[in-house]
């Protein structure tokens, strides 16, 4: 049974996409610990990240720097933060969250919902941060 992740990435489930590549995408967690936390997820169906080949691996970090640039410029947080857990969904996901404290990187902070108007609105401010440093793997 394909995990919540690959049927958001195969389009059967909703997600706020902020970037798309062959191998790998990023999306709005709909549980943010702070506004932007966005999700980068490969394609390919891993449970483990250390069952992760070793370029694959590198391009997920690579995504999720991109990302963590565009929270920098869009949200101008402290730090941007990386969380790899692995318990919610048995699909390799690395959380990357604007942060101005360590209270940004503990999920039982996390909102139980968010306006998905809310989440419009932060994947704007990404893919427009994404779009001003020149990438061109931001998700529409």
């Known amino acids: 049974m394909p995990s919540v992740f ?5 389009g059967e489930l909703p997600g706020t996409f902020v970037w798309k590549d062959d191998r790998a995408v990023a999306f709005l967690s ?4 702070n506004t932007g936390h966005t999700l980068v ?33 869009a949200f101008n ?15 390799c996901h690395i959380h990357v969250i604007p942060t101005d404290g360590m209270h940004h ?5 996390a909102a139980a919902s968010v306006d998905p108007a809310e989440l419009g609105q932060a994947a704007t401010r990404i893919r427009q941060a ?9 998700a529409e």
């Open 6 to 10: 690959s049927r958001i990435i195969a």
């Open 30 to 33: 709909i549980n943010p610990i």
């Open 41 to 73: 997820v490969p394609r390919e169906e891993i449970d483990h990240w250390l069952d992760l080949d070793d370029d694959l691996a590198r391009h997920l970090m690579s995504v999720a720097r991109s990302i963590g640039l565009a929270q920098q410029r």
């Open 77 to 91: 947080p402290q730090r941007v933060g990386l969380v790899i857990a692995g318990f919610e969904v048995p699909h």
């Open 105 to 109: 990187l503990d999920f039982a902070n």
């Open 130 to 138: 994404l779009t001003d440093l020149g990438y061109s793997e931001v």
